[in-house]
């Protein structure tokens, strides 16, 4: 089973939809039977559960990234910053790798405990 991002024409996904891999052989294909379904103006971009092309799995309200050929999550805070490696955003602190339940706190900058 494939994936493919419908995008808006600011390049947001509106909607994913699977495709057997009966249907086609490349992402080409994909697109060219997707638009025989809704029409031949919509943009469809390929994406991958695994991450193995465009980075991320492409989500509902995700932007895809021509430059970077990437699928990327809206910004969850305004002090993340994206990693232009993986193209997730990251807080400026680390989370705690203790085992333990955490919240980021926008308001102190640091990560919360969750009770």
Not at 40 to 51: A, E, H, I, L
Not at 90 to 96: D, F, L, Q, R
Request: proline share 4%; hydrophobic share 40%; charged share 20%.
């Amino acid at each position: 089973m494939a994936h493919f991002a419908l995008l808006d024409k600011n390049n947001v996904v509106l909607r994913v939809e699977s495709v057997s891999n009966n249907v086609f052989k490349d992402e080409v294909e994909g697109v060219v039977f997707l638009r025989s379904l809704y029409g031949q103006d919509n943009n469809f971009k390929q994406t991958s559960y695994n991450g193995n092309f465009r980075k991320n799995y492409a989500g509902i309200s995700h932007t895809y990234d021509a430059a970077r050929d990437a699928f990327i999550a809206p910004q969850p805070f305004a002090s993340w910053v994206l990693n232009e490696q993986s193209c997730q955003w990251e807080a400026p602190v680390p989370m705690p790798t203790d085992g333990k339940m955490y919240s980021w706190d926008e308001s102190t900058l640091n990560w919360i405990e969750s009770v």
